[in-house]
């Protein structure tokens, strides 16, 4: 039996490389080990982001509350917009609920030009919105059904009913809401942690319902949970962490690395244990909403580490990926029926690939894959921000191909267009950006290694990239990186401890392969 995500040793050859790459990745690999907790979940919190600092910061400033975490938010705020100013959407909200005014006396950050994503159109609404209800724009006039998110995700759902009363009382229509409507924000004013783990969805959730003056008590009573999620620099995190996802990725980084012993089998049954009750997983501990990149995972991990003990839950959690499928052979992030995804749709196929049982549902997988390829090679961007991620993934599901048909071959071009992409795309520092033109992050060149593991032929750019790790190694055996993961795409939000995961996996392919040398000369 194969793993899409297991390293091909090249036959006959050995096992790449060098001492220097090996001690790299076992300090690294420690440091991963070093992160898992007592009950078997890597520990992963998010970092503060200026989106809901500024949110959190109205919503406590328009109920008279907490004058002190009011101040710690405005400081955070201050000092990130000064010192490492996020994207010009964060931008713009920071200094809206800094009373600062949008740049250049306007919302110009609202065309997200550079969102290549079919929901463009729904974040140009969403942020305008949130400007709005900041004071920094007018509240569109957009008809309820721009609203609608209904079949989508969650806490998406609650997101959208909430922005739609923003704006039916801003422009003076409070008549558009429905009770049905406020029954879909109660989520929001739950106590405790913040509902499916989103913070976003909780502040957005209060900021509505506190418009009616039947919810306000309810509202006031949620404000100390609020304030207990604040981070020790003063900020709001976007989520509560990713310790599913986290583990899942790590587990399988670690496995590939050789360090399948007790710790692993802990993670494996950790990880079981928050199998929801669809079959599919969620990105942390209590989130409800499944999704095909976190099951994806977990799979791969699962069959990996412990496929005798876990065969019942790989087998659910295949369920649920298949139940996800939509009739042109592609895979969704979240719900049957909404767009297929390049991305999505390679980690469903890697994770079903070691099934012959799904040989159908794999092949027409790739088909997809092959054909929403773009001409230069490259993929559309998903949850990651890095075209590496995209790529790499790509990359693994034409590789599950081996028929040797007419198929196979159309795949196989479709892989060589994607490794070329990735080839003509690095950096002369031997790493690469999330795009062309970005500069050089450990997460973007770890992504990148992984295809180029598969890749006899580009040995030398391998050796460079790897290289590139090598000298970005922190002394404690971490990384620091440019954070990839985006929501509400494209907004990034720091996860610190996948910089690590990333890399480990990273690592894992490339010491798999035949051996070359390492370049870890700068520049």
Known sequence: MTFALLPHPIPGQTRFPTGELLACR????????????????LRSPCESRVLESALALRLLT?????????????????????SSPPDDVQYAIGRAALGCGAPDGGPAAWALHSLDH????????????ILAELGHADFPAAPPVAFDAGGQQSWLQLEMTAL??????????????TERDWAALAPAVRPGAAWEGNHLARLLGLLALRKHPGHREAVRRALPDVTAALRPDGGMPFIAGMDVFATATAGLALTLAGYAGPLVRVMTGALAARQNPDGGFGFHPGVAQSDVDDTSYAIEFLRAAAPAEQHRTVASAESYLLAQRNPDGGFPTFVQGTPSEVAMTAAAVNALAPNPAHRHVVERGVRFIAAHQQPDGSFERSWSR??????????????TDRTGG??????????????RHLVDARNGDGGWGHQHGDASDPISTAYAVIALSRSEQ??????????????????????????????????????????????????????????????????
């Open 386 to 399: 890095n075209a590496t991620n995209a790529v790499f993934r790509a990359v693994l599901a034409c590789d």
């Open 62 to 82: 328009a109920e008279e509350a907490a004058p002190q975490d009011c101040r710690r938010l405005a400081d955070y705020l201050g000092a990130t917009l000064d």
């Open 458 to 523: 580009h040995r030398g750019t391998l050796r460079d990239a790897l290289g590139y790790l090598v000298r970005h190694q922190r002394p404690d055996g971490g990384y620091t990186s440019r954070p990839d993961q985006a929501g509400p795409r494209p907004l990034l939000y720091d996860v610190p401890a996948l910089a690590d995961v990333c890399v480990l996996l990273g690592l894992a392919h490339a010491t798999a392969v035949p051996a070359v040398p390492v370049t870890t000369a700068r520049g």
């Open 164 to 177: 739609k009363v923003m704006a039916a009382f801003g422009t003076d229509r409070p008549q558009l809401v």
């Open 26 to 41: 076992d300090r690294l690999a420690r440091r991963v080990r070093a992160r898992v907790g007592p009950g078997g979940l």
């Open 406 to 419: 007419g198929a196979a071959q159309g795949n196989a071009a479709c892989r060589q267009r994607a490794v």
């Open 118 to 129: 079919f929901t463009v159109d729904r974040k140009r609404l969403m942020f305008r919105t």
